[in-house]
């Protein structure tokens, strides 16, 4: 089988390039042979490629930047998936793609499952959400996984901004009143190879019953919760730097793009029907090592 990986340079589309290898031919493109803004190019490329799956971990990730950046967001993050659906739907292919917790308001301390009303408070999470609904609206068979507070030791992402800055500063200020999971890019990476190895088993003829039962949105982040601020905790303690942390609140912190205060998701559908997600701390060690 033929896979077309997108936004190869990311953090999970760097990870998923080496977890897909032993499940069929991936032809791995970044943004400079196929730019998610310019869907006629979104087109021609799968067009051309024709792949039996589409694997879309590209994305418009600046939080901030989004509130002011809308409509490109909304292009790169709603508009370019809902390309890849109907181009895959007609091509008889599958699409994978990737959510986020921020499709959630964060109101309401209790882990959030699949079927939990969304009601996302800033553009980055509006664009995630209406990017799902497209998707599920071209009637492609699909997974999407949602998933929350992505790192890794490459990209842009918070474990690597906390080690920069706490190697410079002698103190650090993180908001402790959001809660989340933090989860590794191998892990999403690798959760999404056996769920297809799973997909690829399932089905005599071409998958069709797996997907028919299967298929749809599964959130997919590490075990247990906890906030930036402990999260920091932890990140310094397995580097062993000596710097002092402050809690703070989310108004003493103020950024362009609101974020959630609770979005934790709850991975039980995916851990009860088709692969285990290790905890937080237990992930980030393994990473840090
Ligand atoms: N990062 C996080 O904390 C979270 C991420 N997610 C979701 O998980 C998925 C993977 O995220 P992650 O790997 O962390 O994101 P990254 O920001 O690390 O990577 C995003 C990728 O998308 C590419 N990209 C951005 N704009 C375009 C474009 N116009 N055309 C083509 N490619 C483009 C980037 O390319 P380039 O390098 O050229 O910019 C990069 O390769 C995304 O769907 C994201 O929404 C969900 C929850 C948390
Ligand atoms: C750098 C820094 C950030 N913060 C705060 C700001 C913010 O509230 C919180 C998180 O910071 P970031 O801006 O790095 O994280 P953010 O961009 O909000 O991360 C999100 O990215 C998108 C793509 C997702 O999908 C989400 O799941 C989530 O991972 O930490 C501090 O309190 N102190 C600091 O020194």
Same mark, same amino acid.
């Given at each position: 089988?033929?896979?077309?990986?997108?936004?190869?340079?990311?953090?999970?589309?760097?990870?998923?390039?080496?977890?897909?290898?032993?499940?069929?031919?991936?032809?791995?493109?970044?943004?400079?042979?196929?730019?998610?803004?310019?869907?006629?190019?979104?087109?021609?490329?799968?067009?051309?490629?024709?792949?039996?799956?589409?694997?879309?971990?590209? &994305?418009?990730?600046?939080?901030?930047?989004?509130?002011?950046?809308?409509?490109?967001?909304?292009?790169?993050?709603?508009?370019?998936?809902?390309?890849?659906?109907?181009?895959?739907?007609?091509?008889?292919?599958?699409?994978?793609?990737?959510?986020?917790?921020?499709?959630?308001?964060?109101?309401?301390? &209790?882990?959030?499952?699949?079927?939990?009303?969304?009601?996302?408070?800033?553009?980055?999470?509006?664009?995630?959400?209406?990017?799902?609904?497209?998707?599920?609206?071209?009637?492609?068979?699909?997974?999407?996984?949602?998933?929350?507070?992505?790192? *890794?030791?490459?990209?842009?992402?918070?474990?690597?901004?906390?080690?920069?800055?706490?190697?410079?500063?002698?103190?650090?200020?993180?908001?402790?009143?959001?809660?989340?999971?933090?989860?590794?890019?191998?892990?999403?990476?690798?959760?999404?190879?056996?769920?297809?190895?799973?997909?690829?088993?399932?089905?005599?003829?071409?998958? %069709?019953?797996?997907?028919?039962?299967?298929?749809?949105?599964?959130?997919?982040?590490?075990? *247990?919760?906890?906030?930036?601020?402990?999260?920091?905790?932890?990140?310094?303690?397995?580097?062993?730097?000596?710097?002092?942390? %402050?809690?703070?609140?989310?108004?003493?912190?103020?950024?362009?793009?609101?974020?959630?205060?609770?979005?934790?998701?709850?991975?039980?559908?995916?851990? %009860?029907?088709?692969?285990?997600?290790?905890?937080?701390?237990?992930?980030?060690?393994?990473?840090?090592?």
């Amino acid at each position: 089988m033929k896979i077309l990986l997108t936004g190869c340079s990311g953090q999970v589309g760097y990870e998923l390039e080496r977890s897909l290898q032993g499940l069929g031919q991936v032809v791995a493109v970044d943004r400079s042979r196929m730019d998610l803004a310019d869907l006629d190019q979104v087109r021609a490329v799968i067009r051309e490629v024709q792949p039996g799956l589409i694997v879309n971990p590209a &994305a418009y990730t600046a939080v901030d930047k989004a509130e002011s950046e809308p409509e490109l967001a909304f292009r790169i993050n709603a508009e370019a998936p809902g390309v890849m659906a109907e181009e895959a739907r007609k091509l008889g292919a599958a699409l994978v793609h990737y959510s986020t917790d921020y499709v959630f308001p964060g109101g309401d301390p &209790a882990p959030r499952v699949e079927t939990d009303a969304t009601g996302p408070i800033n553009v980055y999470g509006a664009s995630k959400l209406a990017g799902e609904q497209a998707i599920a609206a071209s009637g492609v068979r699909h997974l999407i996984f949602r998933t929350s507070w992505v790192y *890794g030791m490459r990209g842009k992402n918070f474990l690597l901004t906390m080690l920069k800055l706490a190697r410079e500063r002698d103190e650090l200020r993180i908001v402790a009143d959001q809660h989340g999971a933090p989860t590794w890019s191998r892990t999403i990476a690798d959760a999404t190879a056996l769920v297809l190895a799973k997909a690829a088993a399932g089905g005599a003829d071409g998958q %069709q019953p797996w997907w028919e039962q299967h298929g749809g949105i599964y959130h997919l982040s590490s075990q *247990g919760q906890t906030t930036w601020f402990e999260f920091t905790q932890a990140i310094i303690e397995q580097a062993g730097i000596a710097c002092r942390l %402050q809690p703070i609140t989310s108004a003493e912190y103020p950024v362009p793009a609101r974020r959630p205060h609770y979005s934790v998701l709850s991975s039980q559908r995916l851990v %009860q029907q088709l692969v285990q997600l290790p905890h937080w701390r237990e992930a980030l060690a393994l990473c840090m090592r």
